[in-house]
T-cell receptor, first 110, second 114 residues
């Protein structure tokens, strides 16, 4: 089955700097790659996603890149703000469900 | 998008008892998913609930421990049976309108077993 790895497990950045989180997946059949943000005590919320026919997608300060050949995808957050502090999960979908990465705890220091 | 109401939001239960978690969606969906999120961990899929058929369980999860009902296209329940402290976790239901699209989550049920 699908296996998703995610690095780093924790990340601290200064406010205004960029943050990058990387994920790898194992199943070449996976064709959908969402990123979820989970604040403490809250449910996961989708922040951006990308499909296998696209190499890059951007939404304001957030971007995701996908390299299908290498089976990895990355989340880029620019101009980080304190409210970006949360746990971020990548996921891969080989079909009807998702396999989540272990998560990255991002701390944005003022 | 889908709005999901999940209850209870939290509960403290005695070991050996059972708890049933309810998940209500504001629209009809084919599949509903139940996840477990242990403290500080990622989301692990327990099972997929299809209306009109048996739920499909992931490796490590069995029907006797986590029976699931799916009586219609907008509702599902997950029961955590014969609970032990190791079952203390957050349980989340989720829906996706179709394959390879966004998943929406309920607010989660924080279960503590004492």
């Amino acid at each position: 089955g699908e296996n998703v790895e995610q690095h780093p497990s924790t990340l601290s950045v200064q406010e205004g700097d960029s943050a990058v989180i990387k994920c790898t997946y194992s199943d070449s059949a996976s064709n959908y790659f969402p990123w979820y943000k989970q604040e403490l005590g809250k449910r996961p919320q989708l922040i951006i996603d990308i499909r296998s026919n696209v190499g890059e997608k951007k939404d304001q300060r957030i971007a995701v890149t996908l390299n299908k050949t290498a089976k990895h995808f990355s989340l880029h957050i620019t101009e980080t703000q304190p409210e970006d502090s949360a746990v971020y999960f990548c996921a891969a979908s080989p079909g009807q469900n998702f396999v989540f990465g272990p998560g990255t705890r991002l701390s944005v220091l003022p | 998008s889908a709005v999901i109401s999940q209850k209870p939001s939290r509960d403290i239960c005695q070991r050996g008892t059972s708890l049933t978690i309810q998940c209500q969606v504001d629209s009809q969906v084919t599949m509903m998913f139940w996840y477990r999120q242990q403290p500080g961990q990622s989301l692990t899929l327990i099972a997929t609930a299809n209306q009109g058929s048996e739920a499909t369980y992931e490796s490590g999860f069995v029907i006797d421990k986590f029976p699931i009902s799916r009586p219609n296209l907008t509702f599902s329940t997950l029961t955590v049976s014969n609970m032990s402290p190791e079952d203390s976790s957050i349980y989340l239901c989720s829906v996706g309108p179709a394959m390879s699209t966004e998943a929406f989550f309920g607010q989660g049920t924080r279960l503590t077993v004492v």
